[in-house]
């Protein structure tokens, strides 16, 4: 092996980056080596997630990509946006060109959820909405915001960002980056109730307590917990004991629990162990059908039998993100993930494939925060390293040679400099109405500005 190492990285999430950092960080005078990583990304702009997922209320995550600002801006990186795996680039031409392939993916779909009416129209999954609210490029640019009554399916972080985004007025959330149809959208939704509903107890709830707290500040919604499901057995006890955050969590419920409803036009309602098992209509959603659940002593749940007809007319399924199968490498489709080992890429004998990596949400599927993924993508650069020694070197290294690859093809990829030209363009955008940054939501658009 030479002593430069050129890695290429599928996917400019946190994951992503924070290989390269890594990867960045490892070499020591004491290494005798450089390195120099290519970001491959299907999206003009960078981020992943923290751009398509986080909500736009959440401005102090959003901070987060100043930090990865400062590894795309390093002079051993290389940003290529507008660049899609499996469909631009095929793993057999990426290994022309580089010595170790990392994949940090992520996951942008919804998990299924079986039960009847689950396909009426008004039933969506939670990461189409969300993708919908932060402008992803790849959605149709209006929702159905029809609905009075509303069900959220889940008791995770994603379903109070989803139920928060909908409870909320539009104009609270006009100082933030929303893009102008998402603002139009929401401000004319008619809704007065969104129902938050999970099969399990409060202890098994998986909110951070920050996340749950911030539900109510908003001077329009009144959360409501819902008393009935405020229930604990020895194994939530031992939960509570355990983990501070579930005390916390616990201890937030169990307050509001009790307390007086005041007068604020919407309603935020938490309800716990209560499963939903049909959603209700003909064409369209006109209601949700839960079953009571009751703890069973040892952390799980069982059905009482009692059954709930809720009058919504839209529901929403949180219940976990699903990572996609890539090109030319195996999936679990159980797991939804890539198989590995310590983050090498196993393939169907189980054997680690010489130079493929992964990292982030494909490796260990879609839970944990964007901070989780540093310490995922450290595991993942080490294994790389540890084998650096023994892999095979790419035969067309030089980096110009991936550029006329990409050129010959036609593909219109975007640069950091051309991603920093349209971040300048969203915030300026947005400073022109005193708000954080205006998204552009159009991909040719993002393209052109990043380009022009
Ligand atoms: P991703 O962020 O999904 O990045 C993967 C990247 O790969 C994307 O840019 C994608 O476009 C790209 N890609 C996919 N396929 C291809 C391909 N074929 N070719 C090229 N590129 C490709 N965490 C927090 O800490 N705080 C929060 O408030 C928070 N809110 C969240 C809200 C939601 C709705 C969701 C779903 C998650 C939230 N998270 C939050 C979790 C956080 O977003 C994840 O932990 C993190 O983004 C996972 O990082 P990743 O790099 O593995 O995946």
Not at 421 to 429: G, I, R, S
Request: hydrophobic letters at 40%; a negative charge.
């Amino acid at each position: 092996m030479s002593r430069s190492l050129r890695v290429a990285v599928v996917g400019a999430g946190p994951a992503g980056l924070y290989a390269a950092d890594s990867l960045i960080k490892s070499v020591t005078p004491d290494t005798g080596r450089d390195v120099s990583i290519d970001i491959f990304e299907k999206m003009p702009a960078p981020y992943g997630l923290i751009r398509y997922g986080v909500a736009p209320d959440h401005p102090r995550i959003k901070g987060i990509v100043n930090a990865l600002q400062r590894i795309l801006d390093r002079p051993e990186v290389r940003f290529f946006g507008n660049v899609e795996y499996g469909v631009d680039v095929k793993l057999d031409e990426l290994k022309q060109f580089y010595d170790a392939v990392v994949f940090s993916t992520g996951a942008e779909k919804d998990r299924p959820l079986d039960i009847p009416g689950i396909d009426l129209d008004g039933s969506h999954g939670a990461a189409d909405f969300v993708s919908w609210y932060d402008g992803h490029p790849d959605v149709p640019r209006t929702w159905p915001l029809n609905a009075r009554e509303v069900a959220v399916l889940g008791v995770g972080n994603v379903a109070l960002d989803v139920a928060r985004i909908l409870a909320k007025t539009a104009d609270e959330l006009l100082t933030t980056e929303i893009p102008d149809n998402v603002h139009a959208g929401l401000a004319a939704s008619p809704v007065t109730d969104v129902h938050v509903f999970g099969r399990r107890g409060p202890a098994q709830a998986k909110f951070t307590p920050l996340e749950l707290r911030e539900l109510d500040h908003s001077p329009n919604v009144e959360v409501v917990v819902h008393p009935e499901g405020i229930d604990f057995d020895a194994a939530s006890m031992a939960a509570i004991r355990s983990n501070k955050q579930v005390e916390m969590v616990v201890k937030t419920l169990q307050e509001w629990a009790i307390r007086d409803v005041g007068s604020r036009p919407r309603r935020l309602h938490l309800h716990f162990l209560q499963a939903p098992v049909e959603v209700l209509g003909s064409g369209s959603v006109s209601g949700l059908r839960t079953e009571r659940m009751e703890l069973d002593g040892e952390g799980g749940v069982r059905g009482t039998g009692e059954f709930t007809d809720w009058s919504v007319q839209a529901v929403y399924r949180a219940v976990g993100y699903l990572s996609s199968p890539l090109a030319d490498l195996p999936f679990d489709h159980s797991s939804g993930t890539v198989p590995h080992r310590a983050g090498r890429v196993l393939d169907l004998d189980e054997r680690p494939m010489t130079g493929v990596y992964v990292t982030g949400w494909v490796k260990r599927g879609p839970v944990g925060l964007i901070g989780h993924t540093k310490g995922c993508s450290l595991e993942t650069v080490a294994s790389l390293l540890a084998d650096a020694p023994d892999l095979p070197e790419a035969p067309a290294r030089s980096p110009e040679a991936v550029v006329r690859f990409l050129e010959e093809r036609a593909v219109p990829f975007t640069t950091n400099e051309g991603w920093l030209k349209l971040d300048a363009h969203e915030l300026a955008l947005g400073a022109a109405r005193g708000r954080a940054r205006v998204k552009v939501v159009d991909r040719g658009e993002m393209t052109d500005v990043s380009r022009g």
